[in-house]
C-alpha cells in the first residue's frame, strides 16, 4: 500500500523573457498533478494441481486508485474521479512451464478515466487519452526450448 502526500507550498510565477508573469493562476496549497492521495494494490492468487501433470492458476487483482488531477493547473475538466480496477486470469499450465493457456479479464467494472490529460490554453481547451475499457481474451504460449 502506497500512502502519499503531496501539494505545492509556495507561488513564484514564471517570467517570459520581458519579465512579465506567463502564468495567472495562483495555486499554493493545492494539489499536485497526476498525484492522487491513494493508491491501493492487491492481488490474490491460488494455484492448484488439476493432474500430476497439470497445474490451475487463479489470480485476482484491484487497483484502487483516488482520484487526482491530470494537469498542473488543476481543470477541473482533466480530473481522473476515483477508479477501482478489477483484473482477472485462469491459467491452465503444465508442471515443467512449457505451455500455458490463459482466459484473462481486465478492467473488468469498465471504468471510465483518462491515462493521460493535457491543457491546450492557445485553443481555449483541453485533450485527453482514454484508459482502455473492459477487455478480455485468450492467451497461448509455448516455450521453443
Known amino acids: 500500500m502506497v500512502i ?7 507561488f513564484d510565477p514564471p517570467r517570459s523573457p520581458t519579465g512579465t508573469s506567463v502564468c495567472l493562476q495562483d495555486l499554493a496549497g493545492e494539489d499536485v498533478d497526476n498525484s492522487p492521495d491513494w ?18 492458476i487463479f489470480r485476482a487483482e484491484h487497483n484502487y486508485i483516488d482520484d487526482f488531477y491530470l494537469d498542473q493547473d488543476l481543470d477541473e475538466n482533466l480530473k481522473n474521479d476515483s477508479v477501482d480496477l478489477v483484473n482477472l486470469r485462469l491459467t491452465l499450465t ?48 509455448y516455450n521453443w526450448r
Open 94 to 141: 503444465n508442471v515443467d512451464d512449457d505451455w500455458e493457456v490463459a482466459l484473462w479479464g481486465k478492467n473488468l467494472l469498465n471504468e471510465e478515466y483518462f491515462a493521460f490529460g493535457i491543457d491546450i490554453p492557445t485553443v481555449g481547451g483541453y485533450g485527453g487519452v482514454s484508459a482502455p475499457d473492459m477487455s478480455y481474451g485468450l492467451t497461448l504460449r
Open 39 to 56: 493508491t491501493v494494490s492487491t492481488f490474490l492468487q491460488y494455484n492448484t494441481a488439476v493432474t500430476d501433470d497439470l497445474i490451475a
Open 4 to 10: 502519499q502526500t503531496s501539494g505545492l507550498k509556495a
